[in-house]
């Protein structure tokens, strides 16, 4: 069975492919999920954050830019810009504790991010937490 950290990483994929132009891929998310073998409740949890974030994705992206110093969202990696999307989501919109969402977004970051990915995002996460508060 999956984890909540695979869950968490077919998500950061699957948002990452529709930022990236593919749209169909909210229709065929549920498929996805099942061939990475993301089944049951962990399906559940994962499509419960992947249509979260685009529900919710204008908010999301605000809250980001907020803290990005003269930055622009679209000038962050793709991979990078997925896996913040997901952690301001879950911070904001979900019960998951903020220390957990933001240490898995640091190990998402580690494995698929660039190397400076895991500073950013904590440093991003942390002050959104922060704001919160």
């Known amino acids: 069975m999956a984890t909540r950290t695979q869950a968490r990483e077919a998500v950061v994929s699957l948002l990452y492919a529709y930022d990236s ?12 999920l099942e061939e990475k073998k993301i089944k049951n409740k962990q399906q559940e949890f994962a499509l419960s954050l992947f249509n979260g974030v685009l529900e919710k994705l204008s908010g999301v992206d605000e809250r980001i830019s907020q803290h990005l110093k003269e930055w622009d969202i679209q ?22 504790d903020a220390p957990i969402v933001i240490n898995e977004a640091i190990e998402l970051a580690k494995l698929y991010g660039s190397d400076n990915a895991p500073r950013f995002i904590n440093g991003v996460l942390d002050a959104i937490v922060k704001e919160q508060k």
């Open 21 to 32: 132009g593919n749209e169909e891929i909210v229709s065929l998310a549920p498929e996805i």
């Open 75 to 96: 000038r962050i990696g793709g991979i990078e810009r997925a896996i913040l999307r997901l952690g301001v989501y879950e911070i904001c919109f979900t019960s998951t």
